[in-house]
């Protein structure tokens, strides 16, 4: 969790806000510290998380959340995180030789080639509220929305999943959904294109990285936009303009700071 | 020499016993493999790519269970010989090597590697040297005395074949002795028995199924994976393959005849990304990029590595006469440096690398203008070395920032 961005959001860990839909993109640079906040963040305001990693193991993620301050073997062990890591259920899907496993998987439709039910049923009935718990709201994160699009998965049905996400995670039980999708403009990735847009849209946050548009700077790493409010609801587009804040991200936190205000210059 | 060897067979042992409070603190996690070190940035394991200016810029080395993808140079010259680099580096270290290939028989890709410049293990493998090195021995101790501190050094007798150091540097117009070859695993694709047809077609294509299906067939046999205790393997399982993706492969990625087969790299990337995350393997693929017409899928490709650098040779293109770069054979691009257990990524203070090949070492280096060491230069080359100098858009002072030029 990083108290800069947490300011600039206007989020304490005290209240969460409930039934919101942040999407983070990306471009030329990687956005998984976002990701990386948004776990801590709420697994430290004690919101029941459901984590969807595809790109990387737990153990990564782990270490990392342990240099910001929280620990996800003992939260898995508390119930309080549901963690699906994507490559050891995929490895497990083609290799494992126990057919019994492979239904209940909840990557399997990438073996069937069917739609993303099993994935969908996977993440409801994580965050489905259950007595005697005292966790505030239900958290989905999805680290790189994107990889499933290199799955073979129809952008369509993808954004089928999503809303049924929305619906049940935000809607039904007032939580909140995070999702990170790695930005295509530069490379003409029309299905990636088409999911960023798509989700976007239905966001109320967007926190979109970027690289710095005159290369690689050791001091600023990159500039983020915070887009509040529905974007690209028509009305609204022309009046919100967004906030952007450059940042540099080091061991531990990264430090965000108006445009050309790296400390590094002053 | 043999200094580095028993430091790394003593790292495991430092930390269990007492010992002063001024040695490093070792995490007895791994146990000592030759070959490998912890990165200082991470505590990741790491292997040596073979080039040791290519893990310098890397961040120190290829970590364990992750994937290096070397994007190749039009003609695959330079991108093949970083693979060889990498398999020698692999049996110098008494790694095991999985070679997979569908162009040039692994067998011979893997007789034909570069024969390792450390003195000692030439010495050993050549009885005749080894018999000039003891005259010379002998000699120097009954005519000089100068050197009292060499009387104590290890004899050459008592070192052992594999080097245990990270990182060595190979001599190219010289084979790699028969005498040293590696545990080797080989997948050749013509001379692979095509499968039964019982597999669906919305799988990774026929091909990288079978290439995955070996790779798992290692890792688990061998215990690579941990799933087997008794087989607790001491070396790394290193991986490299062969131009992924060409059409060699079957690949058809950018036909529009069958677009299911359109995810079958990026599916067999991302299953490869898990057997290596499990297991105590590392992974190097050369892919002609080039090749690829659609930048989409480039894009995700990288995306699914995790270290990614791209070679672009000067061979046939109008670089190659370009006085900026006549100490050059190609440039190097990092388009990705991975972040391990961390939020920063280890990336290397400049961006403009070159190559170039000499015989006994294959140098990364930040790239420069030459010196302009003629007396007498015309005007006409100095104008295209600024040309070429605003092209690199780097800061190179202002003597060669514009049109005017002062001749005195």
């Known amino acids: ?266 | 020499m043999a200094a580095p060897c028993h430091r790394g067979v003593s790292a495991g042992d430092d930390a269990v016993g007492t010992g002063t409070s001024f040695k490093r603190k070792v995490r007895g996690k791994f146990p000592a493999i030759p070959g490998t070190r912890p990165s200082v940035h991470n505590g990741q394991l790491l292997v040596s790519t073979g080039v040791p200016s290519l893990d310098h810029i890397i961040g120190g080395g290829l970590a364990v269970g992750t994937l290096l993808l070397i994007e190749e140079d039009t003609y695959g010259t330079y991108s093949h010989l970083l693979l060889k680099y990498f398999l020698a580096e692999g049996v110098i270290s008494g790694h095991e090597v999985f070679v997979a290939s569908a162009n040039d028989d692994p067998t011979d890709t893997l007789q034909d590697l570069p024969a390792p410049l450390t003195d000692e293990i030439l010495r050993q493998n050549d009885p005749k040297s080894t018999k000039e090195a003891f005259g010379h021995v002998e000699d120097s101790q009954d005519m000089m005395k100068i050197a009292w501190r060499y009387q104590n050094m290890p004899k050459m007798e008592a070192l052992p074949i594999l080097s245990s150091r990270f990182g060595h540097y190979y001599d190219l117009s010289k084979t790699m002795p028969l005498e040293m070859s590696a545990k080797s695993h080989r997948f050749f694709l013509p001379h692979v028995k095509p499968p039964n047809q019982k597999e669906n077609v919305s799988e990774v294509t026929c091909n990288y199924n079978q290439l995955l299906e070996a790779i798992q067939r290692v890792v688990h046999q061998e215990g690579y994976d941990g799933s087997n205790p008794q087989k607790r393997p001491k070396t790394v399982l290193r991986v490299g393959i062969e131009s992924l993706g060409s059409v060699l492969w079957g690949d058809d990625i950018c036909s529009h005849e069958r677009p299911e087969n359109q995810h079958s790299l990026t599916r067999f990337l991302y299953a490869l990304r898990g057997l290596l995350r499990t297991s105590l393997s590392v992974c190097v693929i050369t892919v002609p990029t080039h090749l690829i017409q659609n930048e989409a899928i480039t894009t995700r490709v990288r995306n699914l590595s995790d270290t990614v650098v791209g070679l672009e040779s000067f061979i046939g293109s109008e670089m190659e006469a370009n006085p900026l770069y006549k100490d050059y054979h190609g440039l190097l691009h990092v388009h990705q440096i991975p972040r391990l257990n961390s939020l920063i990524s280890d990336v290397a203070d400049t961006k403009d690398l070159a190559f170039k090949l000499k015989r006994k070492i294959f140098a990364i280096e930040r790239l420069h203008l030459p010196p302009d060491l003629s007396d007498t230069v015309s005007r006409s080359s100095k104008q295209d070395l600024a040309g070429s100098a605003k092209l690199l858009s780097s800061g190179c002072g202002p003597a060669a920032g514009g049109q005017k030029h002062l001749d005195f």
Request: charged letters at 20%.
């Open chain 1, 1 to 266: 969790m990083f108290p800069e961005l947490n300011s600039l959001l206007g989020a304490g860990t005290d209240t969460v806000e409930r039934g919101k839909f942040t999407l983070l993109c990306d471009s030329k640079t990687d956005g998984s510290f976002l990701v990386h906040h948004f776990l801590s963040y709420y697994l430290r305001a004690g919101c029941r998380v459901c984590f969807v990693a595809l790109v990387q193991s737990f153990s990564h993620y782990s270490i990392v959340a342990q240099k910001l301050g929280v620990n996800l073997s003992s939260a898995k062990d508390e119930g309080q995180l549901v963690f699906l890591e994507g490559l050891r259920s995929y490895t497990d899907l083609l290799f494992g030789d126990n057919p019994e496993a492979e239904v209940t998987n909840p990557l399997c439709f990438l073996r069937a080639g069917s739609d993303l039910k099993p994935l969908y049923s996977f993440v409801s009935a994580a965050l489905a509220p259950s007595a005697g718990q005292s966790w505030k709201c239900p958290v989905l994160i999805l680290d790189d929305v994107s990889v499933l699009l290199s799955l073979g998965v129809p952008p369509l049905q993808l954004l089928d999943f999503m809303h049924y996400c929305r619906a049940t995670v935000c809607t039904q039980y007032q939580g909140n959904v995070v999702c990170l999708v790695h930005g295509a403009e530069e490379s003409g990735d029309e299905e990636k294109e088409l999911l960023r847009r798509s989700l976007s849209h239905q966001s109320q946050v967007i926190l979109w990285a970027e690289g710095l548009s005159s290369g690689f700077c050791k001091e600023v790493h990159g500039q983020l936009k915070i887009f509040r409010g529905a974007v690209s609801s028509g009305k609204k587009r022309g009046q919100t303009q967004p906030e952007i804040y450059q940042y540099k991200i080091q061991d531990k936190h990264v430090t965000f700071f108006a445009r050309g205000l790296s400390a590094a210059v002053l």
